[in-house]
């Protein structure tokens, strides 16, 4: 991986073209070369027992200084790491977490769990005082078991989207597509309750998750594989979301799917954005269950689905392993009404979909600051926070994920950078339009989770003697407070 | 109610004709009378302040003594109340219930929170040492908000099923339909993760809640109106299943359904049990998501379906407010294979479901023992548990509910009572059966909630940190742990 950018570095020249193509512009500023980025030095040594599975490498630390917010991206373009971890474990085995658990719980060193490193709010980013130790869980990547009956499977929690996928038999698949699926691991998922391939239905992870292990300062913790339960309060739904604070998740059973045999997609168009709103709510109330269900304003579609910047832009897509979904989109697109762009076996959206962030790779250079602001609300209280939102900022909207009760709106902002103010442009913008989604009653985020940089709303959104119980539960399981300080509690 | 039997005081008479019909006997026992039952004196007063919402009367202390498991049944039959609370509070208002709080954690008196009081395992019942109060939800029961756009409600959590629905508008409905219906309350529901009436997808009370607002001695416990979130673990998921021990759970938003236009039922039979149990999983996996998909085995079917008790008897149904279920329905009837029994419009099965419970009130007189034990397990694992409970114990058996990777099997046993040893009877049944559901590696209870009955088996079924965790929390909001004392820490 990069040290700034989605995936490998990358080619300057490429970006340089990239930029020229968004912008008409040959203003190209270079990313700082490594030999002149700003690095302080280890104030730890790699203890002699970690030997094998350690490194105080400069390049190592860099590379896993940040994740990918646009935040994150300009400072590694600046060569700004000044709150690189002092070393990366890289642990094998559940055993070799533990140690490291132990050391630091011992010398009360920070320890920051790291997955794909995909995080956009600042989850794996050691921004506290005193020193850190990145554990990045890459190295375990393995599918332990496959249980072909009840269709589930054992994963270690460093298992990249390609690599669990690759491991699992036969037509079983986990199904389970987020825009970082090229990177980002089992264990993150679960740890951010991150959103998958499915726009309505099975949205996030955490329904597909069917037992969690972790390791915690406290000791292990590991769920029962269970379908449903009734139980106490759910385990799994504890650590789901928990972001690194309560233990290092190691391992997880997953639900699996057959891989579709039926698949439709199919495109309308609405001239009235109201019009497309009303029609996707009734879509959403209707007991279809698509598995897409994306919704783009016309400027969003003109940017993503060659529209025509008149014209929102709702794609629906049913899939089905078992049985024809025909009836299903066809009583879909009579519900949606508007303009039907013809019905396809299939669409590859989702290639065009997770190489969207290598394009993001051109805006330092270019001089491009962005960020993305997912949330969901009630419908009921959408059209006040949609005005509100779209009247502070220029945004583009796409609907990524629908439920009976509201959808999950998704605003992209951009804005000419005033080069080397990009953080505190950053900063204003999430400032400015967070306490927009506050005030309407919207949660702070939908899949992208809380990290550092939604913590003051997430504070403030989170019922008050919850916080109470989950700081008492972190004390109770990490009480030297390792565990990713400054996250969640 | 009734204070030993399902609903209202029973006819006598009525009972003595159903013993007679179901053991072909005129052998029965009739109920120690109200003037003659053990009630120990109260140990508390009615504080002053409380005179209007509180009594200390025998006859309310005894009628919510119990829940509804036989052990309970049994108990109060015979006259025994020696754990009645020591006053009864029934709040009108969220004051009237942190007035409860305050004063409890004052005096350190327990406060034993109760809705319809329909526990089986021994969750509404003051089995610990010390005074209780009896916090009765039932008279805050009122659906104070719908939001017909997003199509969902904020209802006192004191609301019964009955109680719930008819105050919701037009062709709105809850659609959850426990066996419990009709006197099982919302809050009850949410606390015990009461499962409803669909045997797929939303199993539980807990896809059905936005949110939940609850009174903690810490403080108002309100989470956001939010139809997805992904900012941390859920507020909400921590209240459900909570069991009275974290906080009081005074109302919530519930989504809400259209009542179904296109309904159909069919059942089919099959010789083979094995069979019937691979018709249904494949069925589960399907992503056909019947709305009934109950599997009754040859002695099930013959006692509660009219089967000839040789064949296993599967009765599916599927509902929408939106369009037909014909395809459906023909697709899981090929997949089921077996003996077809003909497709109705709709069923009336819910009838005979909830009139279940009050033949049971006929058991105590007539000398019978019975108990149930519902859980959930992986396909993988199910044909052991299976053979280990049929073989231990006499047992018919049901499917509830099923899912993608396991179903959630109901055992139904009964004995001939030794008349004045029940209850010891009762709990080396408990003790036994539950002992091969945690050796199998099933879960202790899939929707019959763990009280105090379960207990033990849940202690090791959860992970201990976990428990450190769970017990942490309860700390933090219930630091002189009045709430609900015996259950889950």
């Known amino acids: 991986m990069s040290r700034w950018a989605w995936g490998v570095e990358p080619d300057l020249d490429e970006l340089r073209g990239i930029a020229r ?47 990918q917010a646009y935040r994150d991206l300009i400072r590694a373009y600046r060569g700004d790491f000044a709150c690189a971890p002092d070393l990366v474990a890289l642990p094998r085995t559940e055993t070799e977490v533990e140690q490291v658990l132990e050391w630091a719980t011992a010398q009360q060193v920070a320890v920051v769990p790291r997955g794909g490193g995909t995080s956009v709010v600042g989850g794996v980013e050691a921004r506290f005082d005193g020193p850190a130790i990145c554990l990045d869980l890459s190295r375990m990547d393995r599918v332990v078991e496959v249980d072909q009956v009840s269709r589930a499977a054992l994963v270690q929690a460093g298992a990249s989207g390609p690599a669990l996928n690759a491991q699992l038999p036969g037509d079983l698949q986990l199904r389970f597509f987020p825009q970082s699926y090229e990177f980002s691991t089992l264990g993150g998922w679960i740890a951010t309750r991150a959103g998958g391939h499915y726009a309505s239905l099975h949205t996030h992870i955490d329904d597909l998750v069917e037992s969690v292990r972790a390791i ?46 039926h698949k439709l997609s199919a495109s309308v168009r609405f001239a009235s954005w109201e019009r497309a709103v009303a029609a996707v709510r009734e879509l959403s109330q209707s007991g279809l269950h698509p598995s897409n269900c994306r919704l783009l304003d016309a400027a969003e579609a003109q940017l993503a689905a060659g529209g025509d910047g008149e014209h929102a832009v709702l794609i629906l897509g049913f899939e089905s392993a078992d049985h024809p979904v025909d009836a299903a989109m066809a009583r879909a697109l009579e519900i949606a009404g508007g303009e039907v762009g013809g019905v396809r076996q ?13 394009f993001r790779n051109a805006f330092p250079g270019m001089g491009k600051v962005v ?76 899949h992208h989770a809380v990290g550092r940089d939604h913590r003051p709303y997430y504070d403030e959104q989170r019922p008050e003697p919850f916080a109470l119980a989950l700081r008492a539960a972190k004390d109770a399981l990490d009480p030297a407070g390792v565990l990713n300080p400054g996250v969640l509690v």
């Open 21 to 67: 193509m968004i912008s008409g512009s040959d203003d190209f500023e270079e990313p700082v070369p490594f030999d002149r980025v700003r690095l302080p030095p280890p104030r730890l040594a790699v203890p002699e027992a970690w030997k094998e599975f350690a490194i105080g490498e400069a390049r190592a630390r860099a590379e896993r200084t940040y994740g």
């Open 216 to 261: 915690t300062p406290a000791g292990v913790w590991e769920s029962r594989r269970l379908p449903g339960s009734g139980a106490g309060p759910s385990p799994d739904r504890m650590l789901l979301g928990s972001e690194g604070t309560l233990g290092v998740i190691t391992r997880a059973w997953v639900r699996l799917q057959r891989r579709p045999a």
């Open 346 to 358: 299939d669409k590859e959206w989702k290639g065009t979909f997770t190489r969207m962030p290598y």
């Open 371 to 446: 960020e993305t602001f997912e949330t969901a609300v009630t419908w009921d209280r959408f059209p006040a926070l949609h005005a509100a939102v779209m009247g502070a900022v220029d945004a583009t909207c796409r609907f990524a994920f629908v439920y009976p009760d509201g959808p999950a709106p998704y605003y992209t902002v951009s804005l000419p950078a005033e080069r080397g103010a990009e953080v505190a442009q950053w900063d204003a913008l999430k400032a400015r339009v967070s306490r927009i989604l506050l005030d309407h009653g919207a949660t702070i985020t939908h």
